[in-house]
């Protein structure tokens, strides 16, 4: 079992007066969930949409919400909380932060007990703002988000959307799935270096159709490809993705193709390679596909004995990859280190990922997984059994390695 890097973790977890505070309640779980430890400090609004009472019972812990205790009589009770707290942490996290604590703190107040908590912070802070349209694309909001961004704080872009008000456009709190993986990023010490580039990624199985409701088709649930996809988003990245059937979601900022056969992923790949200075190709096409689509369903009474398949064309090696950077994947059950580095060479790629299936904690349909990585130059990378977003995060390290 790969260990879960929220586990142990000590997280405050900031809430402010917006109407995206009626989730926390669902951050805290999960994030409890995968192991971490939580303490929650809310601004007084913020109790106005979620209570005190909720989010200690949820974190286990007591609720800060005043900077001075109740009661000080004989001086009892009297601490430096914001300092103990602050040093406590491993992260913070603001969520969700309305633009008026996002002003505060962009211009250093500390009038409340969340503020005063992030003025005596050590570790990093990740804000989450949510708010209607016109206050979150107002000037001095944006002027706010940029001086928190300079001073090396993590804020997340809202989302787009329809609004409480009704209103439809940017302002919506993202779903908690994404506020976890950033403040994974963060945790794993990741920055922004994939800012400005432009990849393309392949994910999922493609499906060869034999007739209306069979198909040949490979097993992938696409996680793997899906996790590339939001690290490299959330590291900076505009990416594509172009996927075959799969469960999995992917940030709306993510532009999404959906296709079903080789031959569809291989025309869109082809079209959105040009636009791409970095192509993943974790996809797990079909090598064949029938001579012949049947366009009504195949009977038992037909007593069909065989199917004649054709092979699909290669994908990557249709490519013209002249000052592109080309991974590739090999997904082995036997003599796995020389298959991928034949299929390396053979597709002209600089790096393949190796995935084994002699392990049961990688490959298809598990959350883990474990790779070793073949450059160009022949160099192996080992890495132990990780989460596939771990893994993810580790094939774009190894990306950014590459100079072309
Ligand atoms: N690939 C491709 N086009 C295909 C088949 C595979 O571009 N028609 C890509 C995969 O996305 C992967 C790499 O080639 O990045 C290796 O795929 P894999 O299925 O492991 O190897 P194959 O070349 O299909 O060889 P084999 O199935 O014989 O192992």
Same mark, same amino acid.
């Not at 300079?150 to 209103?167: F, K, N, T």
């Not at 190796?354 to 349909?365: T, V, Y």
């Given at each position: 079992?790969?260990?879960d890097?929220?586990a142990?973790?000590k997280?405050? !977890?900031g809430?402010?007066?917006?109407?995206a505070?009626y $989730?926390?309640?669902?951050? %805290?779980r999960?994030?409890?969930k995968?192991?971490?430890?939580?303490?929650v400090?809310?601004?007084?609004?913020?109790t106005e949409?979620?209570?005190? !009472?909720?989010l200690?019972?949820?974190s286990?812990?007591e609720?800060?919400?005043?900077?001075?205790?109740? =009661?000080?009589e004989n001086?009892?009770?009297l601490s @430096?909380?914001h300092i103990?707290t602050?040093?406590w942490?491993?992260?913070m996290?603001i969520?969700?932060a309305t633009?008026n @604590?996002?002003?505060k703190i962009?211009?250093?107040?500390?009038?409340?007990?969340?503020?005063?908590l992030v *003025?005596a912070?050590?570790?990093p802070?990740?804000?989450?703002?949510a708010a209607d349209?016109d206050m979150?694309?107002?000037?001095?909001?944006?002027?706010?988000f940029?001086? !928190? #961004?300079?001073?090396?704080?993590?804020? %997340?872009?809202?989302e787009?959307?329809?609004?409480?008000?009704?209103?439809?456009?940017?302002?919506r709190?993202?779903?908690?799935?994404?506020? %976890?993986?950033?403040a994974?990023?963060?945790?794993l010490?990741?920055?922004?270096d994939?800012?400005?580039?432009?990849?393309?990624?392949?994910a999922g199985?493609?499906?060869?159709?034999?007739?209306?409701?069979?198909?040949i088709?490979n097993?992938?649930?696409?996680?793997?490809?899906?996790?590339?996809?939001?690290?490299?988003?959330?590291r900076?990245?505009?990416?594509?993705l172009v996927?075959g059937f799969s /469960?999995?979601?992917?940030y709306?900022?993510?532009k999404?193709?959906?296709?079903?056969s *080789?031959?569809?992923?291989k $025309?869109?790949v082809?079209?959105?390679?040009?636009?791409?200075?970095?192509?993943?190709?974790?996809?797990?096409?079909?090598?064949?596909?029938p001579?012949?689509?049947r366009?009504?369903?195949?009977k038992?009474?037909d007593?069909l =004995? =065989?199917?004649?398949?054709?092979?699909?064309?290669?994908?990557l $090696?249709?490519?013209?990859?002249k000052?592109k950077?080309t991974?590739g994947?090999?997904?082995?059950?036997?003599n796995e280190?020389?298959?991928?580095?034949?299929?390396?060479?053979s597709?002209?790629l600089?790096?393949i990922?190796?995935?084994?299936?002699?392990? /049961?904690?990688?490959?298809?349909?598990?959350d883990?997984n474990?790779?070793t990585?073949?450059h #160009?130059s022949?160099?192996q990378?080992?890495?132990?059994? !990780?989460?596939?977003?771990?893994?993810?995060?580790k094939?774009l390290?190894?990306?950014l390695?590459i100079?072309k």
């Amino acid at each position: 079992m790969s260990v879960d890097i929220f586990a142990g973790k000590k997280i405050i !977890l900031g809430v402010t007066g917006g109407i995206a505070a009626y $989730k926390t309640p669902y951050f %805290i779980r999960e994030i409890k969930k995968r192991g971490a430890e939580v303490r929650v400090v809310m601004t007084p609004s913020a109790t106005e949409f979620v209570t005190p !009472l909720t989010l200690s019972t949820l974190s286990g812990n007591e609720v800060i919400v005043n900077i001075f205790p109740q =009661s000080q009589e004989n001086g009892a009770g009297l601490s @430096t909380w914001h300092i103990d707290t602050a040093l406590w942490a491993d992260l913070m996290i603001i969520a969700p932060a309305t633009i008026n @604590t996002v002003a505060k703190i962009a211009n250093g107040f500390a009038d409340n007990a969340l503020t005063t908590l992030v *003025a005596a912070l050590r570790c990093p802070l990740l804000i989450v703002p949510a708010a209607d349209v016109d206050m979150y694309r107002n000037k001095l909001t944006q002027r706010n988000f940029n001086t !928190l #961004r300079e001073a090396g704080y993590y804020v %997340i872009e809202a989302e787009e959307g329809e609004l409480a008000s009704g209103l439809i456009g940017r302002g919506r709190f993202p779903e908690i799935n994404k506020v %976890i993986d950033s403040a994974e990023i963060i945790i794993l010490g990741y920055k922004r270096d994939f800012e400005s580039k432009k990849i393309l990624i392949t994910a999922g199985p493609t499906f060869e159709d034999i007739d209306p409701v069979r198909f040949i088709g490979n097993r992938s649930s696409g996680k793997m490809g899906y996790e590339l996809a939001k690290a490299s988003y959330l590291r900076g990245a505009d990416v594509t993705l172009v996927s075959g059937f799969s /469960h999995e979601c992917a940030y709306p900022e993510i532009k999404l193709i959906k296709i079903r056969s *080789a031959a569809e992923m291989k $025309k869109l790949v082809g079209k959105e390679f040009e636009n791409n200075e970095i192509l993943i190709m974790s996809a797990a096409v079909a090598d064949y596909k029938p001579v012949l689509f049947r366009g009504k369903k195949i009977k038992k009474e037909d007593k069909l =004995s =065989s199917i004649k398949v054709v092979e699909t064309e290669d994908i990557l $090696k249709t490519l013209d990859k002249k000052g592109k950077i080309t991974t590739g994947f090999a997904l082995e059950t036997d003599n796995e280190l020389q298959n991928a580095l034949k299929k390396l060479k053979s597709k002209n790629l600089d790096m393949i990922v190796l995935n084994s299936l002699k392990n /049961h904690e990688s490959g298809f349909e598990v959350d883990t997984n474990k790779i070793t990585i073949i450059h #160009r130059s022949g160099n192996q990378v080992k890495f132990p059994l !990780l989460s596939k977003f771990q893994t993810a995060n580790k094939i774009l390290s190894e990306i950014l390695k590459i100079k072309k």
